[in-house]
């Protein structure tokens, strides 16, 4: 162990695990997690970074016994260390893959909060993680402010301008290719209904859900905010969105934030306390609040107010699935392809909903993707931070897209972006959309038709066709 290490341990706080551990400080990666590793190899064909790369260290078992060998004292958190840590996707289809169900993403997780403690982020990284994990994400008014700047750039010519005079030549290529494919800002649900309590049911009320806004997703994607909201409703749903919700803390645990994933963490229970069910339509933020438990292991009051607010939580398209909801009649003619988001199938194991879902729309021509449960490359901001990676890992994935599909679905906001780079980059694929949206679009169409006992009696024609 190093000077600087024994120095750091003298001020760090007590490590809050029974097991003995070179790790400096509580909350560190649980014995429990990687002592059922055998190091089979059943993981290695499922890891996107071992795909590329074909190292042991980025192999989720290399992983594993790197994390091992930290608490062991075998190995010091340097750069050596940090690298295959935050090189790992956190796709979790490691763990689908391992006969013993070990957590790697925990064990990931766990281990990049003692990287960040051990090694923090220096100069204008630091300033940029620090400006939107902390200075933008868990501010309701900031997010509306950005979402605001947004809207303008795209509307009052800005972004015509900047894109027709070369100005984002002086940009890294991945952030160029995101700026193309930067959906139309809308409303975002919080201004839209900061005045409304409860959205009530169309026709004959059966249930009252709360619905998780986000950040991203409210700031960049508030029309599947809606389209969730109309879908919920038109299921005789009554729709509550609490004032105090805030950002899920995902993209802050993938960084290696864990107290401030704690606080907004806590936030979130607080809010959604009164909620006997929380639907989310975005697999990343579902993941992470039903992984509440995790955060708070070692806090037992806090895991047990996690374990009752994890329990309501429930992504869209399995509510929809599980309470019955009503199969639309007007069609969709669209061939289309699915793909899993990570975060929803490996994460949350839903993967037989939302293919139900579309094959239950009238004209779909659904067609299976071939390992469609593979990682796209978006992984929170992994594109951002890991940009060459995001980028192999996202051609392998475009590979087994149809080529003549019109439209791939999926249920997560980051994957949506990243897949529409790939679509734009490699030209296959169609249009990029949310499973939520094409039903929306099914049930707008049934009720400007009119739908009584399953016939369609006609009203007027639509101009409003996905």
Known sequence: MSLKEKELMKNAPPCSSNSLSNYLWEDHPDEEKWADCVHCGMCLESCPTYLETGQEQHSPRGRVHL??????????????????????LDCRACTTACPADVD?????EEARGQVRQAMPLKGVKRAVSSFFLKGIFPHQSRLQAASGLLKFYQ???????????????????????????????H???????????????????????????????????SDINQSTIN?????????????????????????????????????NIEAFQDAEKVVV??????????????????????????????????????????????????????RITYHDACHLAHGQGVRHEPRQLLKDIPGVDYVEQPNADTCCGSAGIYNITNPEMASAVLERKMENVPSDVEMISMG??????????????????????????????????????????????????????P
């Open 104 to 108: 790697v993403g925990g064990l990931i």
């Open 155 to 185: 509307k009052s010519g800005i972004q015509k301008a900047v894109r027709s005079t070369g100005v984002l030549r002086i940009m890294p290529d991945h952030l160029v290719e995101m700026e193309a494919v930067m959906p139309e800002i």
């Open 412 to 465: 997560n906001p980051g994957c949506m972006l990243q897949m529409a780079m790939g679509v734009q980059k490699y030209g296959r694929g169609g249009k990029v959309v949310h499973t939520v949206q094409l039903l929306d679009w099914a049930y707008q169409e049934d009720e400007r038709k009119g739908v009584k006992d399953g016939v369609i009696v006609e009203k007027k024609e639509s101009n409003n066709r």
């Open 187 to 221: 409303q975002s649900t919080h201004q839209k209904y900061k005045n409304v309590d409860i959205i009530p049911a169309k026709g004959n009320s059966k249930a009252q859900v709360a619905m998780l806004k986000g950040c991203i997703m409210d700031v960049m994607f």
């Open 231 to 267: 879908v919920l409703t038109h299921n005789g749903n009554d729709v509550v969105l609490p004032k105090n919700q805030t950002c899920c803390g995902a993209l802050h645990i993938h960084a290696g934030d864990r107290e401030t994933g704690k606080k907004l963490a806590k936030q």
């Open 281 to 334: 339509n975005a697999a990343g933020c579902g993941c992470a609040l039903k992984e509440y438990p995790e955060l708070f292991r070692h806090d037992p009051e806090w895991k047990a107010k996690a374990e009752v607010f994890s329990e309501k939580v429930e992504d869209i398209s399995k509510y929809l699935y599980d309470t019955g909801y009503e199969k639309p009649q007007s069609a969709i003619n669209k």
């Open 67 to 88: 994390i091992k060998s930290v608490a062991e004292g075998k190995l010091e958190v340097n750069e050596q260390f940090m690298d295959p840590v935050f090189q790992c």
